[in-house]
């Protein structure tokens, strides 16, 4: 179901820098915030930053934008991309949930050719 006029936000994280990498996440996504009518009102990168830590500037960046408002749902690609401590994804979703903002992940819910 789409939930059109949304305020949304990307977050795009990888280990390594790699310029394509996060390139292909945010277009994704926002292919994926397209067909929902959302519209994006930031993205926050994290290139080079392992999700082992919380210690990401676009993370504690998007974080302190969560606690003021400024949007309604966060949009990463993956789980592995926003964090790979399953303790830091509870209390980031608990934390969004606080604020009243959702999270989607991207990758899950993309439409995928050929498949049911």
């Known amino acids: 179901m789409k939930e059109q006029g949304k305020k949304v936000v990307l977050y795009c994280r990888v280990a390594r820098r790699n310029k394509s990498a996060i390139k292909k996440q945010r277009l994704d996504m926002e292919r994926f915030c397209a067909r929902q009518g959302w519209t994006i009102v930031a993205v926050y990168e994290d290139n080079g930053y392992s999700g082992l830590t919380n210690n990401r500037p676009g993370l504690k960046s998007m974080r302190r934008d969560v606690a003021k408002g400024k949007f309604t749902v966060v949009v990463f690609w993956d789980v592995s991309r ?25 990758n899950e819910d993309m439409e995928r050719p050929g498949v049911d």
């Open 82 to 106: 926003l964090t790979r401590s399953y303790s830091a994804f509870l209390d980031f979703v608990c934390f969004c949930k606080a604020r009243q903002v959702d999270y989607r992940v991207a």
